[in-house]
């Protein structure tokens, strides 16, 4: 009786099994790991960790927003508030938005009054000096 040279049933069922799983190894050890189901799992909000990094660093404090915005108003008066606003208060020195050059010219000439209206609204050394920017 002539043998048959094919692969026995149980070899044929192997084989793309055996390819699959190489492939998925193959696959697995290129991307450097298995896939990530939860793309969001160690993605954090900077607040939920920004005050204790701050008080580690012995920076506390710092000028709310609001605060700011409401003494400027108080310091330049409406017209002025209206046509220039805080951009960024960093190390004393404030960055102030200007709608005009001209409004930037005005302003540069009342600089040393403004830097006196700061210190008496908000304190002495928490504005030390100021910068205008047209935008």
């Not at 049933?9 to 696959?27: I, N, Q, V």
């Not at 920076?59 to 108003?73: N, T």
Request: aromatic share 6%; no cysteine; proline share 4%.
């Amino acid at each position: 009786m002539a043998q048959n040279n094919k692969p026995s049933d149980s070899k044929k069922k192997a084989l793309p099994h055996t390819m699959k799983w190489m492939r998925e190894l193959t696959l697995r050890q290129w991307r450097h790991g298995d896939p990530v189901t939860d793309l969001n799992r160690n993605i954090h909000q900077a607040s939920e960790h920004l005050d204790k990094l701050l008080s580690k660093m012995g920076v506390s404090g710092g000028m709310d927003e609001q605060k700011l915005r409401s003494a400027w108003v108080k310091v330049a008066g409406d017209f002025v508030a209206k046509h220039a606003e805080p951009k960024s208060l960093n190390k004393g020195v404030l960055v102030l938005t200007v709608i005009q050059p001209s409004m930037r010219f005005h302003l540069e000439q009342m600089k040393g009054k403004l830097l006196k209206n700061f210190s008496d609204e908000l304190g002495e050394g928490i504005v030390r000096q100021v910068h205008f920017i047209v935008g």
